[in-house]
């Protein structure tokens, strides 16, 4: 009898010791950051959390926010006076962070991934100082690159695949209805896209930024002057003279309106531009999305579209 208590008690014994060991080896497995290798645009082999929960993405704030991640810092210029306005309601209460990224400021965010949207922002010895902070992934950039497949990118890096194809179906599906309207009530109508800045005007090139839906998938008709400033374009925005302007043959413009007293708009060479004068001039102020890329922008513009054109 004496025996078998003993032979129970080890038995006890040992079985506790497996549940304490499994546990402990449940609760490291649970400690550990789980991670994927990725290859990024600029060849770097990057090990990335598997569920990133602290994400750097300046000026990728649109991508990650479809994506339903919520960044823990949002891009901004001149100490925080220029941000992506439209975004103020997803992004509220996310601290703002300077576009050349500082080093200390990335490392405050205490990030558990970076994203970066150019190759420029990470040369010159920066990336070895980026990777220190975190796992850092350069996203597919560059003037070939389409916006479509640069949010691919980004939604690869933050594992967020399936619902990236969802965002672009659901997108999809709004710029064939709105092309659908267009062809039967503005058919052969075209556009053109400025910014008034510091009393200069600025125009879209063809294929970028929201050119790209304007021309590309809303299929609304490019202007001879939005043709010819493209060829020689080297930015989204190109500056056009006054004296040009005036030959817009544009039926529709829409205007982001930074400098609301800029003398240009008292210049006859402005009145004189044919969409002015017809009453089909829509401006917007720096707190909507003409300026931006992403789905979100985009879908946007649609509406505004939509809203001035097919009224």
């Known amino acids: 009898m004496l025996r078998k208590n003993k032979f129970i008690k080890s038995l006890l014994l040992i079985s506790l010791f497996f549940v304490v060991f499994l546990t402990a080896c449940g609760n490291k497995s ?60 997803q992004l509220k209460n996310v601290p703002l962070i300077d576009y050349s990224l500082p080093y200390e400021a990335v490392t405050k965010a205490k990030p558990d991934l970076i994203l970066m949207g150019t190759n420029s922002a990470v040369e010159n010895g920066k990336y070895a100082q980026y990777e220190k902070i975190a796992p850092t992934y350069v996203v597919k950039n560059g003037t070939d690159v389409k916006w479509r497949s640069q949010f691919m ?47 200069s005007a600025f125009i879209v090139s063809e ?11 809303l299929g609304l008709k490019v202007p001879a002057l939005v043709k010819e400033v493209s060829k020689k374009a080297t930015a989204d925005w190109s500056a056009v ?20 007293g800029a003398s240009l708009f008292k210049d006859p060479l402005w009145q004189s531009i044919p969409a002015v004068k017809e009453g089909n001039l829509f401006q917007y102020g720096d707190d909507s999305s003409w300026q931006y890329k992403g789905p979100i922008a985009y879908s946007e513009m649609i509406d505004q579209v939509r809203k001035d054109i097919l009224k």
Request: charged fraction near 30%; proline fraction near 2%; charge should be positive.
């Open 30 to 89: 649970e400690g550990m950051e789980q991670t994927r290798s990725l290859t990024d645009t600029m060849g770097h082999k990057v090990e990335v959390p598997t569920q990133p929960k602290r994400v750097v993405g300046s000026y990728l704030e649109d991508y990650l926010v479809a994506l339903g991640i919520k960044p823990v810092v949002q891009w901004s210029v001149k100490n925080g006076s220029g941000t992506q306005k439209y975004l103020k309601k």
């Open 207 to 217: 294929k970028s930024a929201s050119g790209s839906l304007l021309y590309g998938d």
């Open 241 to 260: 003279s006054l004296e040009k302007l005036a030959k817009l043959d544009a039926d529709y413009i829409f205007l982001v309106n930074s400098d609301k």
């Open 153 to 199: 990118d980004v939604a690869k890096a933050v594992n967020k695949t399936d619902k990236a194809k969802s965002v672009l179906n659901k997108y999809d599906k709004k710029v064939a209805s709105v092309k659908n309207e267009l062809k039967q009530k503005a058919a052969g109508k075209s556009v053109a896209v400025l910014w008034v800045t510091n009393n």
